[in-house]
């Protein structure tokens, strides 16, 4: 789902802009501890990007060469984790991720059809954030909940057995 | 003919994934039994149970756990699959959710045979509800003196990439790296994570493995078929009238399953196709589902037991629609190492694509075909093979709805 999301204009609340990249003393205890973890401390790489992602709102390129000074790895190590995986953004993100299943069991219960709802309610196509910084859509492969097709991922729930009408309350929840 | 329910037995109760309820529905027990054995004699009675591995290959568990070196002297590893993606498969999120202490009891019996003092269990990023239910589990387990005691649990976010849950690439996403799979050998329980002796298993295999000391190898044999034990878990989703999770023998057919299950077919009521083990199996046929769903009747019709996840489509889908579906998934999700995969998935999913808008020429399906033909059987890892196998069998068994589609 590599989304290429259109960068907002207006200006998002809650991002950290460069010089703010760096984890409070709590947050570095707990890199610490994930490191300690594993018979190789940079197996926590994954872990401590999910932080990064958290606390800064996305994975910039300064965010990764901050986390390779945490690792003593270099920063085209991390550049190239970051881009392997799809839950991590490259870009500023939405303040929500709604991202909807678009494979096999969810495609036979309509799943086009919900996204082509959500693509008409928001204002934007798959891959793209809100002019406000509200929501960045996306489609995704199986998210392994296909007995509830169609399905969608907003940001960490799963919302199950989707109709336009439920799509629209689950939307009016996300501010 | 669903016998009686062993990974599913508390999935009724609400409170299901405490360990107050799993100590209450006698939970626990199987520890302190295989802490009086051997870790041979495990070994030795989980290779009798005929127990087999469920997250895809279908491999003998006993088998796999006696491949680690004897006297090996520096640490050996569990780690357990949990980065469920295969399409069309859910029961991993069912076990983890709901019965996180079954899978913590398999594992502490699990290192004891395989003489490892440290466990990860790898579970998929977007998976953040079971994870939470998981890691809440293995807090009360370290907390009731069950894990601390020799053995360790580290719970383990994946990042989104199905290709992780194949072995290696999985291994490769532990250790902190992209996902890329190793070829093998060496194989995992030589040299898997960490450089160390590692042992890959699914989190449903590892589930039954209580039951089996408690019970006897004998008797879990008995519930399946003569080369393969027990039950498991189907993932039953697309057109049924009653999609979900659903315990019952690997002896079962694939009829009975979708039929007396599931509750029968949806959309005009007729069956058309069925996938009977994630995405990655060959499609069969409605006049094909006479099988029994252990790991050899499906290979021997042709497909494969996977993962057990069934999708059920009924006369009114279109299998061009669905072949393209699931070929966008493949190009989507190849990991790139290997030239026959990164390009034949490409290509082929964008000659479904056309020939599905009308724009397919005659010569595209032999094409088709024939590139998915030549790449089989000489990447690193399966995951090709597992998109050959729907590309093909759709093509063959549904050629003339393609045709149709291809303008003369
Ligand atoms: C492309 C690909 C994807 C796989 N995905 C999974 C998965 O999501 N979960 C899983 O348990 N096994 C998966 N497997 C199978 C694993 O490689 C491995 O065989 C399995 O985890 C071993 O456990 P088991 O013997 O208990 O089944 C996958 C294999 C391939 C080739
Ligand atoms: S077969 Fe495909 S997914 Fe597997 S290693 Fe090769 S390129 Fe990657
Ligand atoms: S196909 Fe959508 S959740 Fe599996």
Same mark, same amino acid.
């Given at each position: 789902?590599?989304?290429?999301?259109?960068?907002?204009?207006?200006?998002?609340?809650?991002?950290?802009?460069?010089?703010?990249?760096?984890?409070?003393?709590?947050?570095?205890?707990?890199?610490?501890?994930?490191?300690?973890?594993?018979?190789?401390?940079?197996?926590?790489?994954?872990?401590?990007?999910?932080?990064?992602?958290?606390?800064?709102?996305?994975?910039?390129?300064?965010?990764?060469?901050?986390?390779?000074?945490?690792?003593?790895?270099?920063?085209?190590?991390?550049?190239?984790?970051?881009?392997?995986?799809?839950?991590?953004?490259?870009?500023?993100?939405?303040?929500?991720?709604?991202?909807?299943?678009?494979?096999?069991?969810?495609?036979?219960?309509?799943?086009?059809?919900?996204?082509?709802?959500?693509?008409?309610?928001?204002?934007?196509?798959?891959?793209?954030?809100?002019?406000?910084?509200?929501?960045?859509?996306?489609?995704?492969?199986?998210?392994?909940?296909?007995?509830?097709?169609?399905?969608?991922?907003?940001?960490?729930?799963?919302?199950?057995?989707?109709?336009?009408?439920?799509?629209?309350?689950?939307?009016?929840?996300?501010? | 003919?669903?016998?009686?329910?062993?990974?599913?037995?508390?999935?009724?109760?609400?409170?299901?994934?405490?360990?107050?309820?799993?100590?209450?529905?006698?939970?626990?027990?199987?520890?302190?039994?295989?802490?009086?054995?051997?870790?041979?004699?495990?070994?030795?009675?989980?290779?009798?149970?005929?127990?087999?591995?469920?997250?895809?290959?279908?491999?003998?568990?006993?088998?796999?756990?006696?491949?680690?070196?004897?006297?090996?002297?520096?640490?050996?590893?569990?780690?357990?699959?949990?980065?469920?993606?295969?399409?069309?498969?859910?029961?991993?999120?069912?076990?983890?959710?709901?019965?996180?202490?079954?899978?913590?009891?398999?594992?502490?019996?699990?290192?004891?045979?395989?003489?490892?003092?440290?466990?990860?269990?790898?579970?998929?990023?977007? #998976?953040?509800?079971?994870?939470?239910?998981?890691?809440?589990?293995?807090?009360?387990?370290?907390?009731?003196?069950?894990?601390?005691?020799?053995?360790?649990?580290?719970?383990?976010?994946?990042?989104?990439?199905?290709?992780?849950?194949?072995?290696?690439?999985?291994?490769?996403?532990?250790?902190?790296?992209?996902?890329?799979?190793?070829?093998?050998?060496?194989?995992?329980?030589?040299?898997?994570?960490?450089?160390?002796?590692?042992?890959?298993?699914?989190?449903?295999?590892?589930?039954?493995?209580?039951?089996?000391?408690?019970?006897?190898?004998?008797?879990?044999?008995?519930?399946?078929?003569?080369?393969?034990?027990?039950?498991?878990? #189907?993932?039953?989703?697309?057109?049924?009238?009653?999609?979900?999770?659903?315990?019952?023998?690997?002896?079962?057919?694939?009829?009975?399953?979708? #039929?007396?299950?599931?509750?029968?077919?949806?959309?005009?009521?007729?069956?058309?196709?069925?996938?009977?083990?994630?995405?990655?199996?060959?499609?069969?046929?409605?006049?094909?589902?006479?099988?029994?769903?252990?790991?050899?009747?499906?290979?021997?019709?042709?497909?494969?037991?996977?993962?057990?996840?069934?999708?059920?489509?009924?006369?009114?889908?279109?299998?061009?629609?669905?072949?393209?579906?699931?070929?966008?998934?493949?190009?989507?999700?190849?990991?790139?190492?290997?030239?026959?995969?990164?390009?034949?998935?490409?290509?082929?999913?964008?000659?479904?694509?056309?020939?599905?808008?009308?724009?397919?020429?005659?010569?595209?399906?032999?094409?088709?075909?024939?590139?998915?033909?030549?790449?089989?059987?000489?990447?690193?890892?399966?995951?090709?093979?597992?998109?050959?196998?729907?590309?093909?069998?759709?093509?063959?068994?549904?050629?003339?709805?393609?045709?149709?589609?291809?303008?003369?």
């Amino acid at each position: 789902m590599s989304s290429h999301a259109r960068v907002p204009s207006a200006a998002h609340a809650g991002l950290a802009s460069p010089a703010q990249v760096t984890f409070s003393p709590a947050q570095l205890a707990e890199v610490r501890r994930l490191q300690g973890l594993y018979p190789d401390p940079r197996a926590a790489l994954l872990p401590v990007l999910h932080m990064a992602q958290d606390t800064f709102g996305y994975v910039s390129l300064e965010v990764e060469e901050y986390v390779a000074g945490l690792f003593a790895l270099s920063p085209a190590h991390v550049h190239e984790v970051v881009t392997f995986y799809t839950l991590y953004f490259q870009t500023p993100k939405g303040r929500h991720v709604v991202a909807v299943c678009h494979n096999l069991s969810c495609h036979l219960a309509g799943a086009r059809a919900i996204i082509d709802h959500l693509e008409a309610r928001l204002g934007v196509t798959v891959g793209e954030t809100t002019d406000d910084g509200r929501v960045t859509l996306q489609s995704v492969e199986c998210l392994c909940a296909c007995e509830h097709a169609p399905m969608m991922q907003v940001d960490e729930r799963y919302e199950f057995d989707l109709t336009p009408e439920k799509v629209d309350r689950i939307l009016e929840r996300l501010r | 003919m669903t016998a009686e329910k062993l990974l599913m037995r508390n999935f009724d109760r609400a409170d299901s994934h405490t360990l107050e309820a799993y100590r209450a529905t006698g939970g626990y027990t199987a520890w302190p039994k295989a802490q009086a054995l051997d870790p041979a004699a495990i070994v030795e009675e989980i290779k009798q149970s005929n127990l087999r591995g469920l997250g895809g290959a279908g491999f003998p568990t006993g088998t796999k756990w006696s491949f680690i070196p004897k006297n090996h002297a520096g640490p050996v590893y569990l780690v357990i699959n949990a980065d469920e993606g295969e399409p069309g498969t859910f029961k991993d999120r069912y076990l983890l959710e709901r019965d996180p202490h079954a899978l913590i009891e398999g594992m502490l019996v699990a290192a004891r045979a395989i003489r490892s003092a440290r466990g990860f269990v790898y579970i998929r990023g977007e #998976y953040v509800e079971p994870w939470r239910r998981f890691a809440a589990a293995v807090r009360e387990a370290y907390d009731a003196g069950y894990l601390g005691r020799g053995f360790d649990v580290v719970v383990h976010r994946g990042a989104g990439a199905y290709i992780c849950g194949e072995e290696t690439g999985l291994i490769a996403s532990l250790e902190g790296k992209k996902g890329w799979p190793k070829l093998k050998p060496p194989f995992p329980a030589i040299k898997g994570a960490f450089g160390a002796p590692t042992i890959v298993n699914n989190v449903e295999t590892i589930c039954h493995v209580p039951h089996i000391i408690n019970r006897g190898a004998a008797w879990f044999a008995a519930l399946g078929t003569k080369t393969q034990g027990g039950t498991r878990m #189907y993932s039953v989703s697309g057109r049924v009238k009653r999609p979900g999770v659903y315990e019952a023998s690997v002896a079962i057919t694939l009829r009975q399953l979708i #039929y007396d299950l599931a509750g029968g077919v949806t959309g005009n009521g007729r069956l058309k196709a069925v996938v009977p083990g994630g995405s990655s199996a060959a499609i069969l046929r409605a006049d094909e589902i006479d099988v029994t769903l252990d790991v050899d009747g499906l290979r021997n019709a042709g497909t494969m037991a996977g993962s057990a996840g069934v999708i059920v489509m009924d006369e009114t889908v279109s299998i061009p629609e669905a072949l393209m579906v699931v070929a966008r998934f493949y190009a989507h999700e190849s990991c790139g190492q290997c030239t026959p995969c990164r390009e034949s998935t490409g290509w082929i999913y964008k000659m479904c694509h056309r020939i599905v808008e009308g724009r397919g020429t005659k010569d595209d399906l032999d094409k088709i075909l024939d590139v998915a033909r030549r790449g089989a059987g000489t990447t690193i890892c399966a995951f090709y093979d597992g998109a050959v196998g729907p590309y093909i069998s759709y093509i063959e068994k549904f050629r003339s709805e393609f045709e149709a589609l291809i303008p003369t």
